[in-house]
T-cell receptor, first 112, second 112 residues
Framework: QQQVKQSPQSLIVQKGGIPIINCAYE??????FPWYQQFPGKGPALLIA?????SEKKEGRFTISFNKSAKQFSLHIMDSQPGDSATYFC???????????FGTGTSLTVIP | ETGVTQSPTHLIKTRGQQVTLRCSSQ?????VSWYQQALGQGPQFIFQ???????GRGNFPPRFSGLQFPNYSSELNVNALELDDSALYLC???????????FGSGTRLTVV
């Protein structure tokens, strides 16, 4: 059973657009929600993370929106660039530093 | 500060053989986690090691085993390889009690 459900599977946007990737979870014990970026041939790299006590977090062009009651969170990429083309994974964990449950990934393509 | 390094980068094995993958954790990190990432999927947790002991295990059979050494480096061993074991194997290091992982670039294992 997929603990974290991610959509869409793929996304194509024009440069400057704002792609949005959504994730949903069921386990209310989850208390840490990171997003990872993965380029081909590389391991995932931590992009930004949020805890359930805040509804939004911004770091540069990346923003996480978190809806605790709906058990959903999303990643927004402002002013997207071709260099943002990668696969993005949401994840969740119940204990700090312990097992992470990953979504199935979203392949983002930003067209120049 | 060095990142997480994994070796080898690529490996081809025959069904039924055994394989050992290696990981050097990031400087200052004392916890190592291993993940399996099938093509087009998100990483799946195999197990985590802390203080040279297994500290959590995902839904993987006993033929997946590991070690952590006093310098926090780690090995993943897989016995009786099956075709479905073909995947990218990711090592991630972290500091116990701190959120987030640093992933290595992975070992691409192909079982034929």
């Amino acid at each position: 059973q997929q603990q974290v459900k991610q959509s869409p599977q793929s996304l194509i946007v024009q440069k400057g657009g704002i792609p949005i990737i959504n994730c949903a979870y069921e386990n209310t014990a989850f208390d840490y929600f990171p997003w990872y970026q993965q380029f081909p041939g590389k391991g995932p790299a931590l992009l930004i993370a949020i805890r359930p006590d805040v509804s939004e977090k911004k770091e540069g062009r990346f923003t996480i929106s978190f809806n605790k009651s709906a058990k959903q969170f999303s990643l927004h990429i402002m002013d997207s660039q071709p260099g943002d083309s990668a696969t993005y994974f949401c994840a969740a964990s119940a204990n700090t530093g312990n097992q992470f449950y990953f979504g199935t990934g979203t392949s983002l393509t930003v067209i120049p | 500060e060095t990142g997480v390094t994994q070796s080898p980068t690529h490996l081809i094995k025959t069904r039924g053989q055994q394989v050992t993958l290696r990981c050097s954790s990031q400087s200052g990190h004392n916890t190592v986690s291993w993940y399996q990432q099938a093509l087009g999927q998100g990483p799946q947790f195999i197990f985590q090691y802390y203080r040279e002991e297994e500290n959590g295990r995902g839904n993987f059979p006993p033929r997946f085993s590991g070690l952590q050494f006093p310098n926090y480096s780690s090995e993943l061993n897989v016995n009786a390889l099956e075709l479905d074991d073909s995947a990218l194997y990711l090592c991630a290091s972290s500091l116990s009690g701190a959120p987030g992982y640093t992933f290595g670039s992975g070992t691409r294992l192909t079982v034929v």
